[in-house]
């Protein structure tokens, strides 16, 4: 870091950035479990030299080399600290350093501030992310009965769920289903089992545990013949909830008969 700071004094900023990026690809292809710790010493300098170099005008400024940088970072602070805000903070950057991009770039960086909001807990923003992909997609696709635009409602859904807006979520959930509806007649798509499950979810929190039963075992019947050896994650959540809700009932033998599938 002080050979890095000393740069800023004698060389030129391509110089300074052409160092840093050295540096990271060193630190970046030698992380290991036993240098998880230097690596996130060497990830809080990163970020003073960040501060200061992103101040920096020159007319030698060069943005893909700022880019590759940040990016670095930004997947560090994934991989180790999950500082969320600063997560957000180098995207939103980052979205702007591409402005001028492709399309697809820029929806990866809403992908991750979606991402790092929610897990943050700052579900609105999130929320506005998903609300502005789906815009996209619905523009990219010329029909808002895309798959993407889909996933995205489903999303905004488990979304809604986290903020305990129960009714607002299952809309969102069967907003995805219509659209599934019309993409896979045959029911043979995991994310149409996803919805159902998180309808089912919502249906448990507000003790309908009929609806919740009902909405599971839809999903099951999906996972089941998309998952043929029954060895999902998302089949066994499923399971699980429809014997949480048969012991709600007092169904002791359907209970311990979910519970052990």
Known sequence: RERLESYYEKESIDAIYNQIINNFENIFDSITHDQENK??????????MMLRFDSLKDENDNNEIKIKILSKVEHLEWKL??????????????????????IKTKLMRMHKIKLASFLKGDY???????????????????????????????????VYRYKKEYDTSIKYNNRAIEIYNRLFPNKDNENYARC????????????NYEKSIENNQKAIEIYEKVYPNKDDFHLAECYFYVGFCFLQTKNIAKSSENFKK
């Open 39 to 48: 690596a996130k010493l060497y990830n809080e300098n990163a970020k003073r």
């Open 81 to 102: 600290s999950k500082n969320y805000d600063f997560i957000i903070e180098l995207d939103k950057k980052l979205m702007e350093l591409e402005k001028n991009g492709n």
């Open 124 to 158: 609105d923003m999130s929320l506005n992310y998903l609300d502005e992909e789906i815009k996209i997609f619905d523009r990219l696709y010329q029909d808002k009965n895309n798959l993407n635009s889909a996933i995205c409602y489903n999303n905004m859904g488990v």
């Open 196 to 207: 159902y499950n998180n309808i089912g979810i919502s249906f448990y929190v507000l003790k």
